[in-house]
């Protein structure tokens, strides 16, 4: 099962091709940021701001995943992020 899932997500961004993948990332990475400063200017809503992070964070998959880096420290910041108490 894992090499089958390894093999997605690694044949996926071929399937796309190069611009619309750049696009792709560009649109996910403005998303993140777009939402780091709208968690950073509204904390008490935080789980909503959150858990947009973490959706576009997963969808980098399909772009390959911000080097990985990109896409583990995305979850990681929202899962912090999501156990924080405000």
Wanted: aromatic share 6%; proline share 2%.
């Amino acid at each position: 099962m894992n090499g089958l899932l390894a093999g997605v997500i690694w044949i996926v961004p071929s399937v796309f091709g190069g611009g619309i993948q750049i696009i792709m990332g560009l649109v996910s990475g403005f998303a993140v940021l777009l939402n780091a400063i709208m968690l950073n200017s509204h904390p008490r809503e935080h789980v909503t701001w959150d858990m947009a992070i973490m959706i576009f964070s997963v969808l980098t998959i399909v772009i390959g995943g911000g080097f990985v880096i990109g896409l583990v420290l995305g979850l990681i910041a929202g899962i912090l992020t999501l156990v924080q108490e405000t």
